[in-house]
C-alpha cells in the first residue's frame, strides 16, 4: 500500500499515434474482474446531488486555472497550481490530501529530466470496503506547442488551457465538492494529474505501482477536455474506452441513459494522441474517459487561444460532464444511507463550532481520533470529553467517533484563532 502513494502522471496530447494502435493492442487482463451495477431508473439521492452543482463554483475554479501565466510541467508557476488545488481539495474536508512527486518518465519509457509539480489526490475513505479504490481525475497542467519542454522561451509563453484541461480539472473539484459530503462504501480518490502533456508519465506510473501492488481499482473515470461545442451542433457525449473495458463502457452508457436521457452517448476512439484513462487499462484496470465530440473537438488546444468564449465555449456542456461523472462515481462507490453530517446528527454534539480554545464533545462513544487534512493524527482519547485546541493550527479537522457497538461516526470541526 505505501507505493499507491509514491506516484506519477502525464500525458501527451502532443504525441500523436493512431487510436487504432491502442485498440487493437493486446492489453493484460483485468486484475480485478469488477461487474457494475445495472441502472434503470435514477437514484434521488444522486439526482439532488447533480442538482447540487454550481455553475458559478466550475466558472470560478476554470478562470482560477486560468490565471497563472502557464501551467507548463517544466514551468515555474505549476507548483503554485499544487498548492492551490491542495487548498481547495482541504476546504472540502476531505479525509486525506496526498502530493505524489514523481520523475517524469513517459508512457514509451522516454525520461524527461527535469522536475516538476506532484499529483494531488483526495482520498475519502470508504465505510464498508476501504481497499476497494473508485478513482476520478483530470491533468491540471497545459502546454501551448508540441516540444515546448526543449524551448528555452517557453516560460515566457501564455498557456490558459482553458478546455485542455481546465474545464476536467474543475469538473473533478465539482464532484468532490459534493460528494464528500457523503459516505461511501469504497475509497474515492479525485485525482490531479501533472505532466499530462508530456506523454501520461504520472498517471502511468500511478498505474504501474498500483498494479506492482496489486491495488484494487475497481474502475477509473477521466475528464479530458469538456467545453468545446461547435457552433450549430448538439451536445453529445463520447466515451473512449477499449472493448475488454466494455462493461464499463455499458455502465456509463446506463449512467447518462437515467440520468441525462435527452443526451446521445456512444463509443468512440481519437484519430490521434490519448490521455489518462489508458495509463490504467494497460495496467489492467477498467477504465474510460468522456469527451467532448472527437470529431469536433477544440482547435484552440496547445495555443494562446485556448481561452474561456473561444475555447470553452459552452459551460453548460462542461456541467454535463461533470454530472455524469458525479453520478458514475457515486454509483460505483456505493453511496450509504446517510451523509456525514448525517451520521454526526446521530451520535455526536461537538461545539462550539468553530472553536479557539476549548472544544466539547457529548455523545455515546468509546474512543475519538482527531485528525488534520493531511491524515495526521493530533489528538486521541477513549474518555476525555474536552479538546484543548488552543495551540492547533487554525484549520479544518475530522473527528472520528467509535461507539461501543463497533460503529463509525465522522464530524468535522474548523479551529480559528
Not at 21 to 26: D, E, P, R, T
Not at 113 to 141: R, S
Amino acid at each position: 500500500m505505501k507505493r499507491l502513494f509514491a506516484i506519477v502522471i502525464i500525458y501527451l496530447v502532443s504525441v500523436h499515434f493512431v487510436e487504432a494502435q491502442i485498440v487493437n493492442k493486446i492489453l493484460p487482463p483485468h486484475l480485478y474482474n469488477h461487474t457494475f451495477p445495472e441502472i434503470s431508473e435514477p437514484d434521488s439521492r444522486i439526482q439532488a446531488m447533480i442538482e447540487d452543482l454550481k455553475v458559478e463554483e466550475l466558472q470560478a475554479d476554470v478562470d482560477h486555472l486560468c490565471s497563472y501565466h502557464n501551467r507548463r510541467a517544466k514551468g515555474p508557476y505549476i507548483y503554485e497550481v499544487q498548492d492551490w488545488l491542495v487548498s481547495e481539495f482541504q476546504s472540502f474536508g476531505i479525509d486525506t490530501v496526498v502530493l505524489h512527486q514523481f520523475k517524469p518518465i513517459n508512457t514509451w519509457g522516454y525520461e524527461w529530466g527535469f522536475e516538476t509539480a506532484a499529483n494531488v489526490l483526495a482520498v475519502q475513505k470508504g465505510t464498508k470496503y476501504p481497499n476497494e479504490y473508485v478513482i476520478c481525475g483530470g491533468h491540471y497542467d497545459s502546454t501551448v506547442k508540441v516540444y515546448e519542454y526543449d524551448d528555452p522561451y517557453a516560460d515566457t509563453l501564455r498557456s490558459p488551457g482553458a478546455d485542455d484541461n481546465a474545464s476536467g480539472t474543475a469538473g473533478i473539484l465539482a464532484t468532490a465538492r459534493i460528494l464528500s459530503k457523503y459516505n461511501f462504501e469504497r475509497t474515492i480518490i479525485y485525482a490531479a494529474w501533472n505532466a499530462e502533456e508530456c506523454g501520461l508519465c504520472g498517471s502511468s506510473e500511478f498505474a504501474k505501482d498500483c498494479a506492482a501492488d496489486s491495488i484494487d481499482i475497481v474502475a477509473y473515470t477521466n475528464l479530458d477536455m469538456t467545453g468545446y461545442l461547435e457552433p450549430g451542433n448538439e451536445m453529445v457525449i463520447n466515451l473512449l474506452y477499449t472493448k475488454c473495458d466494455s462493461l464499463l463502457g455499458n455502465f456509463m452508457k446506463q449512467v447518462v441513459n437515467v440520468y441525462y436521457p435527452e443526451i446521445r452517448v456512444w463509443q468512440e476512439w481519437l484519430s490521434s494522441g490519448d490521455t489518462d484513462y489508458s495509463s490504467f487499462n494497460r495496467n489492467g484496470y477498467q477504465a474510460i474517459s468522456l469527451s467532448e465530440d472527437v470529431n469536433n473537438m477544440s482547435p484552440f488546444i496547445h495555443s494562446i487561444n485556448d481561452i474561456v468564449g473561444v475555447s470553452l465555449n459552452n459551460y453548460e456542456q462542461s456541467m454535463l460532464f461533470t454530472g455524469v461523472t458525479l453520478a458514475a462515481v457515486a454509483e460505483l462507490a456505493g453511496l450509504s444511507d446517510l451523509s456525514v453530517d448525517e451520521n454526526v446528527k446521530e451520535n455526536l454534539q461537538v461545539f462550539p463550532n468553530p472553536a479557539s480554545d476549548i472544544v466539547k464533545i457529548k455523545g455515546d462513544f468509546q474512543s475519538i481520533d482527531v485528525f488534520d487534512l493531511t491524515g495526521k493524527q493530533v489528538f486521541s482519547t477513549e474518555n476525555q470529553d474536552e479538546v484543548d485546541v488552543s495551540n492547533w493550527n487554525t484549520g479544518i479537522y475530522i473527528i472520528k467517533s467509535v461507539t461501543f457497538d463497533g460503529m463509525v461516526f465522522t464530524n468535522k470541526f474548523f479551529v480559528k484563532h
